[in-house]
């Protein structure tokens, strides 16, 4: 048998194992195979799984700066050899507010106990970054400053539905595909690298608006440091989904459907991830 055909049955061996072992509550067990079979080849599915481990323990970590701390998510520490390249913060994003940070305890028991069933009797939404704009931006900046001051740390967030990627909105993104897309254009020497130019700024210039009416508005960070992304939206009001993915040195901005509305990946944007972490390493500047 073939080394890589080895590989792929211990793979699997060991997925089908974890999955046994989750679906009957041994998270624990779970865990110690979702692990070593993330070594065996890194898949961002095998990371979903192991923060969903942590999460059924109650796995918690903290990040703080001896003043601070914001806590609630999953710390990774990426390593090439025996040396640390820099660490990956992954948590929901909900920090962000003062009800859900400083005063979470608070917080949880109020919306348990007596917003949630106002909610219910009323049909009352209240506004969150996800559906208020100036929210939105809010809590993004927000976010940012709070990381760009940890040197070598990179968070991954939720919360606000708006993905962000190297600390540039997906707006921003876009346009410096396009602005890529135009330059070629003006490169070009051929109909056919013409075309292709043209198709690309068509396609890129669509998305762009399509992101705009589906977030609200267009976030400005005013970013120095690539060190705060944002995941997206879980199911936007079309049904695209956006994420963020770590995996085989690359940390990428992907979504569901593709460009043709297949049922298949879409990278927006990638970058390899020691860069991202040595630029985290860097100099410091908040916005």
């Not at 974890?18 to 890194?42: C, I, M, P, R």
């Not at 600390?167 to 003006?186: G, N, P, S």
């Not at 460009?259 to 390493?281: F, S």
Request: proline letters at 3%; aromatic letters at 8%; hydrophobic letters at 35%.
């Amino acid at each position: 048998m073939h080394q890589d055909d080895v590989g792929v049955d211990r793979k699997r061996a060991l997925f089908e194992r974890a999955e046994v072992h989750f679906n009957v509550g041994e998270f624990q067990k779970a865990l110690d195979l979702y692990s070593k079979a993330f070594k065996t080849k890194q898949l961002p599915a095998f990371l979903f799984n192991i923060a969903q481990c942590h999460r059924y323990l109650k796995e918690y970590v903290c990040v703080s700066d001896g003043e601070k701390a914001v806590c609630g998510g999953l710390l990774y520490v990426v390593e090439s050899g025996e040396t640390e390249l820099g660490r990956l913060f992954l948590t929901h994003g909900h920090q962000g507010t003062l009800l859900s940070d400083r005063m979470g305890e608070l917080g949880k028991f109020l919306v348990r106990n007596l917003w949630r069933p106002i909610q219910r009797l009323t049909n009352i939404r209240s506004a969150t970054p996800a559906k208020d704009f100036a929210l939105k931006e809010g809590h993004a900046k927000a976010m940012y400053r709070w990381v760009s001051n940890r040197k070598g740390l990179v968070l991954i967030a939720g919360h606000t539905h708006h993905p962000v990627f190297e600390a540039r909105t997906h707006e921003e993104v876009l346009k410096a595909d396009i602005a890529a897309a135009k330059e070629e254009l003006a490169r070009a020497h051929d109909d056919k690298s013409r075309q292709a130019a043209r198709e690309k700024i068509y396609a890129a210039s669509a998305h762009l608006e399509w992101v705009r009416a589906e977030t609200g508005g267009e976030i400005r960070l005013e970013a120095k440091t690539p060190c705060y992304f944002n995941t997206g939206c879980g199911s936007f009001s079309d049904g695209t989904v956006t994420g963020i993915e770590v995996a085989d040195g690359q940390i990428q901005l992907v979504r569901w459907p593709n460009d043709d509305g297949k049922p298949e990946r879409k990278v927006c944007a990638d970058a390899d991830l020691r860069r991202v972490l040595q630029d985290c390493n860097g100099t410091v500047t908040n916005p």
